[in-house]
């Protein structure tokens, strides 16, 4: 069998390239923003708030956790406008999903790396004197995102995955744009082979990131 | 000064302090003895609310607070205002390691007072001399031996200016070699007039360093009085026999 390589063609696709790789970049920074915001809101609702705080924001949480994520995107494009009766535009549908998607996973993150800190550590800062805004700042936090780190670098590179499903709505992602160029080129070894590339080559150097944070001796901030 | 009045203390179904009653006058020490899980670690902190009493009521200075089951408890700010108010050394230290040495100090005074770092940083450095420790201020706590981590940690509650320190075990967890340095800055702070409330093991320094001793066993403070008088010739067969674990040679040796 024998096939001849052509990616020379690809170079008058470069603006469609380049918007797809915009948008699953762009989708994977605000997604990844909303989602550790989510994340937190979950996280310290669970920690630090009433009881009654605690279960819907869990129920939420194992919802997303527990369905895949292409599966949520579909019901939230088809269903949630039905239930809640407005409109969301493709993209709108996928930045919800992947947000609260990402965001389950970023709150168990984050409540491990908060209650990963000492006991001591509390009462130390509580004994001296600091309200619970202040603790937290000051000595929680600090040391809870030391060892969040990793796996929040871990959890984003999934997110820029992730953000593949939204094709399937037709947001021109990279992916999305691929499909374009194939239809419109039957050249789909080349396309797909330049996609999985970009991929790769935007995510090594975070994994490698990932990689140095976790093996770094924890380091200890002034 | 401190008072504590009727303090009652339970975790679920165990009964950890049943009525306590302790005064402490102003710039006077009181050593608190007593066999492990009689309550000792959970009265000093009821007295500074890391837990939060039952019933009862704790005066530190001049603010006084009241406790019964039914009454809302105090809003965050001002348990967190009552607390500023007692300064606690624990057994492990609990140095914050994200920060170095003088920002460990500073933290008190900056992050619940909002003092300047630069007002800030002068006293905690003459806090951290104080403590025999000036030439540490830059190093991160982690480098430290215990007996230093321990003297910055009293720094650190001092700079917050309390009107009471409580110190819990505060040499236990030390290499003994080290307790005596320990055990030296709390002397000279409690004979410098400092409102102190100490649990210890170490019945000699007790007695030298406290006005008064309490007994304490299952959450009631069996036996107070005049601190020799108590540790050399305790009225209550229970003192007597705790006691007397310690002279078979566990009796450690004052500070230096
Ligand atoms: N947070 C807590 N939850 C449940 N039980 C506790 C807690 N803190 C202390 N206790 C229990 O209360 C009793 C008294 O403990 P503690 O005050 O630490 O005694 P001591 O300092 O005299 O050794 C022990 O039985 C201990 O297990
Ligand atoms: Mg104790």
Redesign the interface.
Known sequence: MHYEWDFGFLWQYRGLIGIGIAYTVGFTLLTSVLGFLAGAVIALGRIAGRPWMAAPLVALMEVFRCTPVLVQLVWIYYALPVLVGVELSPAAAAVITLSLYGGAFYAEIIRGGIRGV?P??W??????????A?LMR??VL??AL?RMVPPLVNQTILQLKNTSLVSTLAVPDLLYQGQLITSATYRPLEVYTMVAVVYFAILLPLTQLARLLETRPSR??? | MVAVRGLRKRFGRLDVLKGIDLRVPRGGAVALIGPSGSGKSTLLRCI?L?DTPDAGSVRVGDRRLDFDGRRRLPP??EM??F??????V?Q?????????VI?NVM??PV??KGVKRDVARPMALSLLDRVGLAGKAGD?P?SLSGGQKQRV?IA??LA?EPEVMLFDEATSALDPKLVGEVLAVIRDLARGGMTTVLVTHEMAFARDVADRVAFMRDGVVVEEGPARQVIEDPREPATRTFLGHFHGGRSAPAAP
Request: proline content about 4%; glycine content about 10%.
């Open positions: 000492e001591g550590q009462d130390a800062g509580r004994a001296l004197g600091m309200t619970r202040k000051s000595v600090p040391q030391r200890v901030a002034a | 500074n890391l965050d700010r967190a205002a607390r500023a108010r007692a300064g606690m624990f492990g230290f609990n140095l914050f390691p994200h920060m170095s920002d933290s008190g992050v619940v991160h982690a940690a650190r509650a917050m």
